[in-house]
């Protein structure tokens, strides 16, 4: 059930309530105040999360309730979270969308079988990051002052947006019709004029494309790093111009040739040959796996993140290996979304390895994994993987800088 009013009544609170009453705030007539709340009975049946269906404050501003009713940590607490769902553009921007950012307060609660207020507490809509899509508290509320009948839901605050029509939903996203048809393009020659060799397959792509997404291909086909062959077809003529072979070849590990055009043969009796393919540039790629390297190259051709569809891998290492290619190809777009899934898809028992191992290589992903250790560290602490690492600092090249990291980060320097 989702209500909306104007702000005029004060919050009433029952005497069972955990917390005292909040000071109530001076609101602004001009400002709206939007309700969300969910009923559900039996849910002390198996203590398995309850999410609430998804739903709006704007157009493509979508959010959601998580509601477990027994917390692994506080075992004698009902936890209660706030998600948003992330849209398009902020996706790739990594932040907030100025709708949302047009939410002043918002404030979780729980009410008990007979509709009466039990727990209420606010949460920071700034506070919101991809690193961490959720804002809550694990002991939200203590389960004995709960029947099997709860209501929970969000109060928003919000300055409304001018507007002098009715909003229309927006189109459907990118169709995955034209994903796969982009898909099955990179096998095959026909209007590529650059090819991957990788583990014994082969994979075409245009260059154009790949320029336009990537500076480190940009750099690769028309910097000044390296002379660009080019073929030239002016009548009956051509032209091929072979290009050098530089340092910076060697130093980025790819083998980059020209090949000379595949023309077919003249057959007087077809008035429409086959048309011609021309291959300008051989990329071999010998450090890469294949099938990363292609959900690489559907990025590139869709926009389309990889993320949720990856054949049965385990999710952190396959955003391990995306965020890794991306950044080594320049592809800010990506590697920012990688590194979303990574912290996402982080547990207590990976994140100290993920830490030592991987994250140190990159300052901006070692600090987001940083943050998760922080918040969890309580619980890190007693895995194996975390007393293996601190008793093995040798093997881990670069543990002791991030052993200082992470107690400056528990205990700040005052």
């Avoid at 979270?81 to 996706?91: G, H, I, S, T, Y």
């Avoid at 606010?122 to 004995?144: K, L, T």
């Avoid at 952190?316 to 290996?321: D, K, S």
């Avoid at 690492?389 to 670069?398: D, R």
């Amino acid at each position: 059930m989702a209500t909306v009013r104007r702000t005029s009544t004060i919050p009433m609170y029952n005497t069972t309530s955990i917390m005292p009453p909040e000071p109530v705030p001076i609101v602004d007539q001009n400002k709206v105040t939007m309700c969300f709340q969910y009923t559900f009975s039996g849910i002390f049946n198996n203590n398995k999360s309850i999410f609430s269906p998804p739903f709006s404050t704007h157009v493509n501003n979508f959010w959601q309730l998580k509601f477990t009713p027994m917390c692994s940590e506080y075992p004698d607490y009902c936890s209660l979270a706030l998600f948003w769902v992330r849209n398009p553009e902020e996706q790739k921007s990594g932040g907030l969308s100025n709708e949302r950012l047009h939410i002043t307060k918002a404030c979780l609660f729980v009410k008990d079988k007979s509709g009466q207020l039990v727990e209420k507490k606010s949460v920071s809509i700034r506070s919101f990051r991809n690193r961490w899509p959720g804002q809550g508290w694990g002991n939200f509320v203590q389960r004995a002052f709960l029947s099997e009948r709860v209501t929970f839901g969000v109060e928003f605050e919000t300055i409304p947006i001018e507007q002098d029509e009715i909003t229309l939903i927006p189109n459907e996203g990118y169709p995955d019709i034209l994903k796969v048809a982009w898909e099955e393009q990179l096998e095959f020659p026909t209007g590529s004029d650059v090819q991957f060799n990788i583990s014994g397959h082969t994979l075409y792509a245009s260059s154009i494309v790949l320029s336009n997404r990537s500076e480190y291909f940009k750099n690769m086909f028309q910097g000044d790093w390296c002379e660009v062959s080019k073929s030239i077809d002016s009548g009956s003529s051509t032209t091929e111009v072979i290009e050098e072979v530089t340092p910076e070849d060697i130093l980025f590990s790819h083998d980059l040739k020209p090949i000379l055009p595949i023309s077919s043969p003249k057959d007087s009796s077809t008035t429409s040959p086959p048309p011609k393919t021309f291959i300008k540039y051989k990329v071999d790629v010998s450090d890469c796996d294949l099938e990363i390297f292609k959900y690489m190259l559907i990025f590139l051709y869709t926009d389309q993140t990889p993320f949720t569809d990856i054949n049965g891998r385990d999710q952190l290492n396959f955003a391990i290996e995306m965020f890794s290619i991306a950044d080594k190809y320049l592809i800010g777009d990506l590697r920012h979304r990688a590194m979303q899934i990574i912290w996402e898809s982080l547990t207590d028992d990976k994140a100290a390895e993920v830490l030592f191992t991987v994250a140190i290589n990159w300052p901006d992903l070692k600090e987001c994994v940083l943050d998760y250790v922080v918040s969890r560290f309580g619980f890190i602490r007693k895995t194996d993987t975390f007393k293996k690492i601190k008793s093995n600092q040798s093997n881990y090249p670069g543990a002791g800088e991030v052993f200082a990291e992470l107690l400056l980060k528990l205990v700040p320097d005052s």
